[in-house]
């Protein structure tokens, strides 16, 4: 069975950090582009950040540039974003997204940045 299990969300302040984590099973791991999304309410879902499977390269949506980084573990099957510097706009639900000739979804994990 596939499994991608998002954690690491929650409250925090503006300015504070979290790391979130993805862990993944049921599939090769190594095999798959890892992608962070998230959706706010009212708001279509949107990318912030991902990462390939071959060589590590990442990207990042311009509104996280700088504040975001996204690593992986694949002895762990883990995939992880690094949020620094967290704003309000950032609160929404955060789904991670494993991508190659199937494309899976985690259920996602809440973030709230209280102003």
């Known amino acids: 069975e596939v499994q991608l299990v998002e954690s690491g969300g929650g409250l925090v302040q503006a300015g504070g950090s979290l790391r979130l984590s993805c862990a993944a099973s049921?599939?090769?791991?190594?095999?798959?582009?890892i992608g962070w999304f998230r959706q706010a309410p009212g708001k279509e879902r949107e990318g912030v950040s991902c990462i390939s499977s071959s060589d590590g390269s990442t990207y990042y949506a311009d509104s996280v540039k700088g504040r975001f980084t996204i690593s992986r573990d694949n002895a762990k099957n883990t995939v992880y974003l690094q949020m620094n510097s967290l704003k309000p706009e950032d609160t929404a639900v955060y789904y991670c997204?494993?991508?190659?000739?199937?494309?899976?979804w985690g259920q996602g994990t809440q973030v709230t940045v209280s102003s």
């Open positions: 997204s494993a991508h190659f000739f199937s494309i899976y």
């Open positions: 049921g599939f090769t791991f190594d095999d798959y582009a």
